[in-house]
Every structure is written in structure tokens, then in C-alpha cells.
């Protein structure tokens, strides 16, 4: 199963060289259960396909967004439908100012993940960014005629979500690893580090080298309980002296990433894989 997300730092060229670290069939063997602290765009966990799968992560958009593709897929597609009809600058423009309403919290959850959809479909390049006070502020993307409905894709996630018996949460990383025990694989694909400057504004709060450190920490604790563990991150030299002690093997390698609004362009860029 693809992602339905277009989604910045995606894995999905990726999916080959992390899914054999992960060694699906092992963890079959070991009777494990397969953890992902930031889901993202999903491309791993959902091309993995395993059974009570724990996805998770610190942005409620996008845990709401899964929630409501897992219960009520038709009703998020009805309303895409309408997202569709009215595409044009002015609605975008409209749409993104949602959060900034004082009644935005008393919209339902289903016409929160309609927007997050819309909005992801049809932003710049499937950033997702807000300002401190959490607002989304990416600008509108060059885009003709996207496929904001995706009505076969949303329906397919949907069954995976209940036939996999997917647990959804919305925690901090720590937490939602705490029943990880042994034969469990955890996937972490936290916010990128850069040796200058980066994106990390994923969420009003961040996620910068001090949340690193607890992340480094934490895969100490889980290897300890018998877990295996997996990083992914940018080749800075701040990750790779994180990582270079107690036996994490560290993966050089260079990923495609897309550049431009409309895809069409791509760049090599310096990553990590790192496992324990």
C-alpha cells in the first residue's frame, strides 16, 4: 500500500534499503511488533503491511487525518469531492486560514482531515509547516489539476488501518514506545538536524539536537529490552557523533529529493541510515 501523502523527507524511494534492515520476515518469526514514532507520510509502514503495526506522531492533523481515513472514509471523501470542485487560488488561500478561526476547534474531525488533505495536495511541494502559534503558512503550489479525491487510495489505506489492526497515536516519541519489548522493530524518522539551518518548524514546539539526544537515549533503552532499532536522519556530523558509539552501524547514503513544486526536479542529498 502507497502513501496517499505528498510528503517532505518521504521515504518512499527509500522503501527497498530501509525495509531489508527492518527484515519484516524476521520480525514475523520473532513474533514482533513493528513501532513508528513519526509516521509522516507513512511510506514504510504501510508498504510493510504487518499486523498491529503502532503508528504515531506529534502533529494532531495528521494523526486525526489517519484516524478519519480508518472510520469514515466515506464521508472524508464526500467532502474532498467538494475540495476539488472549488480548487482555485482564493479557496486555497481561504482554506489555509481555517486554523487562525477561534471556531476552528468546533469543526469535526472530519473536516479537519479534509482540509489537511486539500491542503497537503495542493501546498508547496507537501510541506507541511506553522508559524509559532501553530498556524499552517505554506504558500500554494503551481498546480493545475491535483488529485485531491484519491477515492481508491483512501479506501485502500482504510482497510489496511482495520484488517492490520493499526494502533494510531498522537504522543510524544518516548511514550509511544513505552510497551516496545523484545523482538519489537521501531522505525524513528524524526525532523531532519542540518549542520546550519533546516526545517524543523513541524510543529509550534520543533525538534532540534536536545530532542536528538533523548532520541539517541531512547534507542539505547530499547536495544536494551531486545528491540532493533532503525534512524533515519541527514549526514551532519552532529548525527554521526551521536550515533558512533555502542555498536549502531551507520549507512551513508545519497537520497533523491524533490526540489521543485511541480516534482519535476530532483537533487541528490547526504542521509544516514542507522541501525542497532
Partial sequence: METILKWAGGKRLLINQISKI?????LKKDNGHY?????????????????ETVINDSNKELINMYNVIKNNPSE???LLKIHQSKYSDAYYERIRKMDRSKNY????????????????KTC??????VNSSGHFNVPKGKYKNPDIIMEKKINGLSRLLNEKSFKITCLDFEKAVEDATKGDVVYFDPPYDYEETGFTSYSAIG?????LVRLKNLCDRLIDRGCRVIISNNDTKFVNELFKCNGYKIVHIEAFRFISCDGSKRSKVKE???YG
Fill in 76 to 78: 472524508l471523501i464526500e
Fill in 272 to 274: 544516514v541510515i542507522i
Fill in 124 to 129: 508547496y511541494n507537501g510541506l507541511y509547516r
Fill in 105 to 120: 476547534d468546533n469543526i469535526s474531525n472530519v473536516e479537519k482531515a479534509a482540509r489537511f488533505i486539500f491542503l497537503n
Fill in 22 to 26: 527492518i527484515n519484516p520476515d524476521q
Fill in 207 to 211: 525538534f532540534n539536537k536536545s530532542d
Fill in 35 to 51: 513501532y513508528e514514532p513519526f509516521i509522516g507520510g507513512g511510506a514504510i509502514a504501510f508498504s510493510l503491511e504487518l499486523n
